[in-house]
């Protein structure tokens, strides 16, 4: 039987045959080469990937413990071999030649040069031996600059071009074009040195007509462009009617951005409710145009158009429409410098304009005129005083703080409590003997105890008994907090005193004696004494007890985290446990805490005193007994109270600001526009800083601004800040206080 002729079976459907697969592997794109992925050759869709030789990492090789294998033997070669090959997108990425070069053209369109030389930079890259030639941009060429040759692979001597072929002081034709190569950057001739080609010397740039005019035109060449001008020729030029000396443009170069600001106000009747509002009033000495500016103040309830009157000439009297066909008026007519003074009230645009202050550039001017302007004048309104009603008089239902809260607010919430008062003052009574005032002959002998609660104000009453009296005894007012009638206030500590008449409830007494407590009380004499050396103990030991680590502790009773307790702080730890010592307790006992006595306790310090002593041969060592002494202690511990005070306040003051202007971009040229319509000049002051704050709505106290300026720019005058390094020492050290823990 003859073979079938596959070739022979017309292709198409139901005559194909099916043929059997010789081999079922699936093909590898990809293979690894010195740990770096590449296509193989067979059924790349692309060409094959350059290599380059790089030298063979020790790693690599494999040498076994025995000495010399078989395998070894069989390879000498390649165990031999220094250097292997890489792909030249992954050994030299980013490696790229750079040459400067010239190039002559032809100019055919004038008659006052015949050629113009054209400077390029050429940039040849490893990677893929591909190049391109940018052309350097010059001002006022008249011709089209910028990428000369897109980066591909160019045609060379030799085929492509390759780096060989590029050498200072060669010629480079690319496409019809001969570019002759000046000099390379200095890593350029570092790679050719390395291949042991050592680039020539650096040409000078040739130099044609056009760039000859441009080096004259700027003052490098000795020829000068114009004939200089004397006094005769303007004198001439002046007689036959002509000339360039122009009045205004001279006033304009000498004193361009020269401006004089008067802060003024006007009291406007027009409205309902009596406005006075303030302005200011910008001359320009440039060309004695003026501007009128409306400082609108925060939340007026006027449309922000801060132009009261646009910039230009401004006539005397009355504002009136000029007409084409009107005549323009004189000078005379137009404001001048002259008509602005402090304390006086010129009349624009129909309004009369109280001026009250001007900024220091005005004041400088008018000095070296030979006019004093007088000091600022006060223009502030008296703030609106208010009427605030009477407080209705307490009707006897529920507590006072009760019926206080329907006061204050439409809809009362239940009265808080003083815990720290209550804390404080837990269990203090005072008592006080009394008898009814000018009673009746059946009540003189009768006797009544109050007792006032420290604590929360009450008071109570109650009547001993008596023998033979006749008349119920007991209690006689229910604790609780009662109005004194003779004030018409609540009752204070300042109301029992001895020979005092109160009034409760239509009743009155006459305050007779008090007993030994309150007397000592009143006078200041009653202060619990405790054992310091016992209450030092009982503390370390609570402290351990209530946390495993000293760390915990310590985090405990640092309120704000600063790494140090100070004299508020380490008291509140003493309040926690109950004793209520003194001042001078306290700080006796806090300086046993501080080993270095320098007003405040570190976490170091904190430990030493915490926690015991380890196993060593002074372990018997008995700790030294409680100074008594506290010297100028207290001095330290309210210094460092008060630098902590304020540290936290520049701290927050810097934050503060911090977020004005770095989280809000729009503010920081806000900002600048602020300062430059506040002044001319580069510095500003720190009321200035505040000022612009508060325009853009930022209200900041002018204590918190100098905490700011002097945090982002130590010794700095607050007077003369430059508000541009200002702005930017903000941006920058935004990120350097840490977040609040």
């Known amino acids: 039987m003859e073979a079938l002729d596959v070739s022979a079976i017309p292709n198409l459907p139901g005559f194909s045959v099916r043929t059997k697969k010789k081999n079922y592997g699936r093909c590898h794109t990809f293979q690894m080469v010195n740990g770096v992925r590449i296509e193989q050759s067979e059924g790349m869709t692309f060409d094959k990937p350059k290599f380059v030789k790089v030298p063979l990492s020790l790693d690599t090789k494999r040498v076994g413990s025995m000495g010399a294998t078989t395998v070894q033997e069989d390879f000498k070669d390649h165990v031999k071999a220094e250097v292997t090959e890489a792909p030249a997108w992954d050994v030299l990425d980013r490696h790229v030649l750079r040459f400067y070069g010239q190039f002559q053209e032809s100019v055919v369109e004038t008659n006052l040069e015949n050629f113009r030389i054209r400077h390029c930079v050429i940039m040849y890259y490893l990677e893929d031996d591909t190049c391109h030639i940018t052309e350097r941009k010059v001002e006022n060429s008249g011709m089209p600059q910028g990428q000369l040759l897109r980066r591909h692979r160019c045609p060379g001597p030799n085929g492509y071009l390759n780096w060989e072929d590029l050498r200072v002081g060669g010629e480079l034709h690319v496409y019809g074009r001969v570019i002759q190569i000046l000099d390379c950057d200095e890593w350029t001739r570092n790679f050719f040195s390395q291949q042991g080609q050592e680039q020539e010397e650096a040409l000078e740039p040739a130099m044609d007509s056009f760039a000859e005019t441009q080096f004259e035109i700027g003052g490098g060449g000795r020829k000068k462009v114009h004939q200089p001008r004397s006094y005769e020729t303007v004198y001439r030029e002046q007689r036959m009617g002509g000339g360039h000396i122009n009045a205004n443009m001279q006033q304009f170069m000498e004193w361009d951005r020269k401006v004089c600001r008067f802060y003024a106000v006007f009291d406007d009747l027009s409205t309902p409710q009596f406005e ?83 900024d220091a550039f005005t004041r400088q001017y008018y000095a070296q005129l030979g006019i004093a302007l007088a000091e600022a004048v006060d223009v502030r309104l008296p703030e609106r005083t208010v009427p605030r009603p009477k407080t209705p008089p307490y009707t006897g239902y529920g507590t006072w703080d009760d019926s206080m809260g329907s006061v204050h607010t439409l809809m009362p919430k239940p009265p808080k409590k003083d815990q720290v008062k209550l804390f404080e003052h837990e269990g ?60 018409g206030r609540l009752f204070q500590m300042e109301d029992f005193l001895p020979g005092k008449i109160i009034k409760v409830y239509n009743r009155e007494f006459e305050i007779l004696d008090m007993d030994e407590y309150t007397r000592k009380y009143l006078d200041g004499g009653v202060q619990r004494h405790f054992d310091l050396e016992a209450v030092l103990q009982k503390l370390r030991e609570g402290m351990r007890q209530q946390y495993p680590l000293a760390r915990d502790i310590f985090r ?25 010592v003194t001042e001078e307790e306290a700080l006796l006992i806090m300086k046993a805490f501080d080993s270095r006595k320098d007003g405040q306790i570190s976490y170091n310090e904190f430990c030493d005193c915490l926690i015991d002593e380890d196993y060593t041969n002074a372990m018997m060592k008995v700790r030294p007994k409680l100074d008594q002494d506290v010297g100028n202690y207290p001095d330290l511990a309210q210094t460092k109270l008060e630098e902590r005070d304020e540290r936290e306040k520049i701290r927050s003051a810097v934050k503060a600001i911090g977020d004005v202007i770095y989280k809000h971009n729009t503010n920081f040229m806000r900002l600048l526009k602020e300062f430059a319509h506040l002044t001319h000049e580069n510095t500003v002051g720190c009321e200035q800083i505040t000022k612009a704050l508060n325009t853009i709505g930022q209200s900041f106290s002018l204590e918190d601004v100098q905490r700011c300026v002097a945090y982002v720019l130590p010794d700095v005058d607050f007077e003369q800040v430059e508000y541009v390094a200002f702005l930017k020492a903000v941006v920058s050290s935004f990120h350097d206080l840490s977040a609040s823990r």
């Open 276 to 358: 006075r509002r303030p302005f200011e009033i910008l001359y320009f000495l440039a060309d004695d145009t003026v501007e009128i500016k409306e400082k609108y103040p925060l939340n007026c309830g006027r449309d922000p158009f801060p132009i009261f009157f646009r910039r230009g000439k401004l006539a005397h009297g009355q504002a009136k429409v000029m007409g084409p066909l009107d005549r323009e008026r004189k000078k005379d007519e137009m404001i001048g410098l002259q008509d602005f003074e402090i304390g006086g009230s010129p009349e624009l645009l129909g309004q009369r304009f109280f001026i009250y202050d001007a």
């Open 428 to 487: 203090k009574i005072l008592r006080f003997t009394a008898q009814i005032y000018k009673a009746k002959p059946e009540d003189a002998d009768r006797l009544f105890i109050l007792n006032y609660h420290v604590f929360d104000d009450t008071l109570s009453i109650h009547e001993p008994p008596q023998r033979n009296m006749g008349i119920m005894t007991g209690k006689f007012l229910e604790k609780g907090i009662h109005l004194n009638q003779e004030t």
């Open 556 to 580: 405990k009773f640092d309120a704000d985290h600063d790494g140090v307790l100070t004299k508020t702080e380490f008291k509140n730890a003493l309040i926690k446990w109950g004793f209520q």
